[in-house]
């Protein structure tokens, strides 16, 4: 329960109020003259510090952390001297987790001895003397920044806040409050840089021994930690409107908790359990929770985990240890950093000391199907030519991919960058060459529908011959105008994921190892890395069946009509009644997850009656179970009510803090675009 202090905070967030302390701008057409004529590394630095120098910093009495923005803006990009007119589109630093742990043992003082250290050592006109002299003036500027702040707590009669300011993240953190304010100041200076979609990584490891050397200490009791704590989500939520993302809420600010040790042993704990009791608490969108599961996850926390589930806010997000790990490993990570893992932002796996870039390529694997069975049907072959034209349709796709995202141009960050791995010791940015991998990650899109289309086609056209294959692609291609009772045919009596039926699951497995295939193919992605399967959708649920270029999506064989939404991530296509939630468990469970390391979880949506009965947490802890002993990766969950989110439509008003689970992430109901509050509200709930 939050305190009344507590309340009228997460109330003034909510309201905005802290908005008006946005009195600062900023000519950033001015400060890209600035930097285009700079070296790329000394371009990132002077960004920043022009930034760092618009920034007024504010003081509010009373709260226990401190920054709070006086830009109202989004902070820009800048490509430095390269080329001033490229602006790539994966060219920043995203979707990523600095080393949190690094940050709190060496502060600010002990990255920039790293680096002035470092710096003895290399050439002085070489590329690792720009890189370090750059990050040296970063770290610096960060120190600076935290300075006037302390100044400005002083000046307002704040002597604790200046003393806690003056101490970190200049130096080593030595208390929990010490170590959240580090962890809260350090976000923001990164977000200042140009970095978008950080998250927060493993924060119940890292900060545990904080955690148990305060209530040793007496410092701190378990309530009071709660309430540092739900004060720092607090503040992850005070400015997250200025964040880069694809609607509101979509911002990266991700934290994983649970899981493994390195050798293995669980490594859930005391704070596991404590940070889920917070957010439940809380009941605000930030920060995004994620929960590693195994069999051997304590039972406390699986309780804790279920309530928070039962809360509506599309989190914690469950990661399978037994199934994530051994994929990693045998896509190539080491045993030791696969344990380690994370996730990148909404579901992508990322681990230590590398620069995956999980987001940059998607797969629309209904387009490539029904490309297949259009080209099929037309040259009357068999379901088995059919199939075999998957791959090369799949290829084709892929290779589209590749030649639109060629040589992508990345953008130097000296700041985050020196808070990662080995960069600082290697004298080299994290883009360019600091980390240990550089993989690529693509999603494969609308899965389950394309597996339907190809299931429907071999069930209806050629097992039982019941429907012509001439009927069937005229209807096709007349978007099934006149062919309602050929639509509703497919509709109702098609084979469909989710459902327990074999066909469609073997099709749906058939897919997704035709699209790893493919992408095994390429060796080198183009700067030494492989590019990692996935079956997550992001927003291409919606955004692929609504273009209209050449790979527009038109009317497939599972009776979905053009411009029809189709299933997102791993769930069952829109409309589609699955024969209850181990139903769906048994579909996705069949799949070869060692061979889908990028992520992608089943989306499953649970009607609020699910929880009105007095064992509802039991039955979601035995959910919760089930998953892990189904062999599936990923599981997300949500609850709604399409007549609530319907109301929420006509009278946004009155439903200001209905969250709802997006894709990797939630939002609240109001804020989105029409088009995913339509999506949404067309999933069908599992009823209790």
């Known amino acids: 329960m939050l305190s009344m202090r ?26 890209e003259e600035e930097c285009a004529s700079l070296p790329r590394y000394r371009a990132a630095a002077r960004q920043f510090s022009r930034v760092l120098d618009a920034e007024t910093p504010v003081i509010v009495p009373g709260e226990r952390f401190q920054f709070t923005r006086s830009l109202g803006c989004q902070i820009p990009t800048f490509p430095g001297a390269e080329d001033r007119r490229l602006r790539a589109r994966f060219g920043i630093l995203e979707n990523l987790s600095p080393d949190w742990e690094l940050l709190l043992r060496d502060g600010l003082s002990g990255r920039i001895a790293a680096a002035r250290k470092k710096l003895e050592t290399v050439a002085p006109e070489s590329e690792s003397a720009e890189f370090l002299r750059a990050a040296i003036l970063s770290l610096e500027n960060v120190a600076e920044f935290a300075g006037r702040y302390a100044d400005k707590a002083e000046s307002a009669g704040e002597p604790a806040l200046a003393a806690l300011l003056r101490r970190v993240p200049q130096s080593p953190a030595k208390t929990l409050h010490e170590a959240l304010q580090s962890v809260y100041f350090l976000s923001a200076m990164i977000r200042l840089s140009g970095a978008i979609h950080v998250g927060f990584a493993r924060i119940d490891r890292y900060l545990l021994p904080f955690y148990r050397a305060d209530l040793a200490a007496g410092r701190q009791t378990r309530e009071s930690a709660a309430e540092l704590f739900a004060e720092f989500f607090l503040m992850l939520n005070r ?86 790990i051994p994929g990693l490993a045998a ?43 259009r080209n099929g049907l037309r040259q009357k072959e068999s379901y088995r030519q059919i199939l075999d034209r998957v791959p090369g349709e799949i290829r084709t796709l892929f290779r589209e991919e590749q030649a639109n995202i060629r040589d992508p141009f990345f953008l130097p960050n000296p700041l985050f960058s020196s808070f990662c791995g080995e960069c600082l010791n290697r004298g080299k940015d994290l883009h360019f060459g600091g980390g240990d991998h550089f993989h690529y990650g693509c999603h494969g899109c609308g899965s389950s529908s394309a597996a339907d289309s190809l299931a429907a086609v071999g069930k209806l056209v050629f097992e039982e011959k019941t429907v012509a294959p001439e009927e069937l692609l005229e209807a096709l291609e007349h978007n099934f105008e006149g062919f309602e009772a050929l639509r509703e045919r497919l509709r109702e009596d098609g084979p469909k994921v989710g459902c327990g039926d074999a066909g469609a699951d073997e099709c749906l497995r058939f897919v997704f190892d035709a699209f790893a295939d493919v992408l095994a193919e390429v060796k080198d992605n183009g700067r030494g890395g492989r590019v990692r399967p996935g079956t997550g959708s992001a927003y291409n649920y919606v955004a692929m069946t609504q273009n209209d270029g050449p790979n527009r999506l038109r009317a497939t064989a599972d009776g979905r009509r053009d411009g029809e939404y189709i299933s997102s991530s791993l769930s069952p296509a829109p409309g589609v009644r699955p024969n209850g939630i181990l139903s769906v468990l048994n579909s996705y469970g069949k799949l070869d997850y060692r061979r889908l390391c990028n992520g992608g979880p089943i989306t499953m949506e649970l009607d609020p009656g699910y929880f009105h009965s007095p064992e509802a947490i039991e039955k979601m802890t035995a959910l919760i179970k089930a998953f892990v002993r189904s062999g599936c990766q990923q599981l997300q969950l949500n609850v709604l009510d399409a007549n609530v989110l319907r109301h929420a439509q006509q009278f946004p008003e009155q439903h200001r803090d209905l969250v709802v689970r997006v894709w990797g992430w939630s939002g609240y109901f109001v804020e989105l675009a029409k088009a995913y509050q339509d999506q949404i509200i067309g999933r069908q709930a599992y009823r209790g």
């Not at 608490?281 to 930030?286: K, P, Q, R």
């Not at 279920?306 to 399978?320: E, V």
């Open 239 to 324: 400015d997250n409107d200025l964040f880069h993302g694809m609607q509101p809420g979509d911002n990266g600010q991700s934290m994983m908790l649970g899981g493994c040790s390195p050798d293995g042993e669980p490594a859930d704990n005391e704070l596991t359990e404590l940070l889920l009791e917070v957010s439940a608490d809380l009941a605000m969108i930030e920060p995004k929770l994620n929960l590693r599961v195994s069999s051997r996850t304590s039972p406390e926390v699986l309780r804790a985990a279920a309530r928070l589930s039962g809360c509506g806010l599309g989190f914690p997000q469950y990661c399978n240890d037994e199934v994530v």
């Open 6 to 31: 507590l309340q009228a905070m997460r109330e003034k967030t909510r309201s905005g109020t802290y908005r008006q302390h946005r009195t600062s701008s900023i000519d950033f057409h001015a400060v």
């Open 331 to 373: 896509f190539g990570y080491p045993l030791e950093n696969a344990r380690g893992y994370t996730v990148a932002a909404c579901w992508e796996f990322v681990t230590k000391n590398g620069r995956d870039v999980p987001n940059i390529y998607s797969m629309n694997l209904p387009l490539a199907v029904d490309r297949a069975i």
